[in-house]
């Protein structure tokens, strides 16, 4: 069953084997992981950049759900750090 697919997305289907959309751009990128992506050639930026073009694994369902359970587990902590680094931010702006 499809669950959580966004088919007016203009890039959909990006990937092949698409079960779930919930991460249209991966946390996790750059993960580095040879067995998900590697590095190719940028012409336009004239150097070597990580592609994941063919790795599916955020957008299985499977893995979406377990990082949201991570996300709902760790709920607290994870808004306290958004928090923390929204005033860090706040504070450059005005010390600027």
């Keep these: 069953m499809l669950k959580r697919i966004n088919k ?3 890039y959909f289907p990006c990937h092949k084997g698409l079960e779930d959309c919930a991460f249209c751009y991966c946390p996790f990128y750059p993960c580095k992981d040879k067995s998900l992506g ?5 012409i ?3 150097k070597n950049i990580w592609s994941c073009q063919d790795c599916n694994w955020i957008h299985k369902k ?3 759900d377990r990082i949201y359970k991570l996300i ?3 709920w ?5 750090d958004i928090a923390r680094r929204t005033r860090s931010v706040a504070s450059l702006r005005v010390n600027t």
Excluded: D, M
Aim: proline share 0%; charged share 40%.
């Design 44 to 46: 336009k930026l004239k």
């Design 62 to 64: 499977k893995t979406a």
């Design 8 to 10: 007016a997305c203009s």
């Design 38 to 42: 590697r590095y190719i050639r940028s």
């Design 72 to 74: 709902r587990r760790n």
């Design 76 to 80: 607290v902590t994870i808004r306290e």
